[in-house]
């Protein structure tokens, strides 16, 4: 019988970066239509409708300041915002 150690910041860092990974289509998604509904409208309109489609991935997300006015403002300058992931520390 093989023996083998449990690491539990192996795992937790694998499930972590499988949840990460799963969630980036469903962002990417909500990236795109606000996009496609509000690219190129005034800031003022494309950031709550970010923050309303935003809350919809999960159970009532928040998209966190300053990355909400941020994205908000590339949308509403015409540029499609890309989802990426930053490696796990």
Request: glycine share 6%; no cysteine; proline share 7%.
């Amino acid at each position: 019988m093989a023996n083998f150690k449990l690491d539990k910041a192996g795992l937790n860092r694998a499930v972590n970066e499988g949840m990460r990974k799963s969630i980036i289509p469903a962002v990417q998604e909500a990236l795109d239509e606000v996009y496609a509904s509000h690219g190129g409208r005034p800031l003022d309109e494309v950031k709550p409708a970010l923050a309303e489609r935003w809350a919809t991935i999960g159970d009532d997300w928040q998209l966190p300041e300053p990355q909400l006015t941020a994205w908000a403002e590339e949308i509403a300058n015409g540029t499609r915002v890309v989802a990426r992931l930053k490696p796990l520390k």
